[in-house]
Nanobody
Framework: QVQLVESGGGFVQPGGSLRLSCAAS????????MVWYRQGPGNQRELVAA???????TYAASVTGRFTISRDIGKNTVDLQMNSLKPEYTAVYYC???????????WGQGTQVTVSS
């Protein structure tokens, strides 16, 4: 089984920055896309950013230009650099690896990001 461990969440003022990291166990992680999702109170879980096994990034329209996703294939990690944070970005951020609905469908425990003054 693959385990994902997120870190880097916390409290930040509006306009500030945070960098989230997700570490995956096992070399199998390099075979799959890695994705960041978030879920705020009362909201559906939504895709924030994704990066393919080849390193190609994709972003939700709401965060384009503010967030940057990157991965280190050798270390099996994916980072999310979040700049110009807004209060509405407050949510639990989850790391996902693999393909949803397949036998390789792994979620991290989530890390809380709170943007407030």
């Amino acid at each position: 089984q693959v385990q994902l461990v997120e870190s880097g969440g916390g409290f930040v003022q509006p306009g500030g920055s945070l960098r989230l990291s997700c570490a995956a166990s096992g070399s199998v992680a390099s075979m799959f896309p890695m994705v960041w999702y978030r879920q705020g109170p009362g909201n559906q879980r939504e895709l924030v950013a994704a990066v393919s096994s080849g390193g190609s990034p994709t972003y939700a329209a709401s965060v384009t230009g503010r967030f940057t996703i990157s991965r280190d294939i050798g270390k099996n990690t994916v980072d999310l650099q979040m700049n110009s944070l807004k209060p509405e970005y407050t949510a639990v951020y989850y790391c996902h690896l693999g393909l949803k609905g397949s036998r390789h469908d792994y979620w991290g425990q989530g890390t809380q990001v709170t943007v407030s003054s």
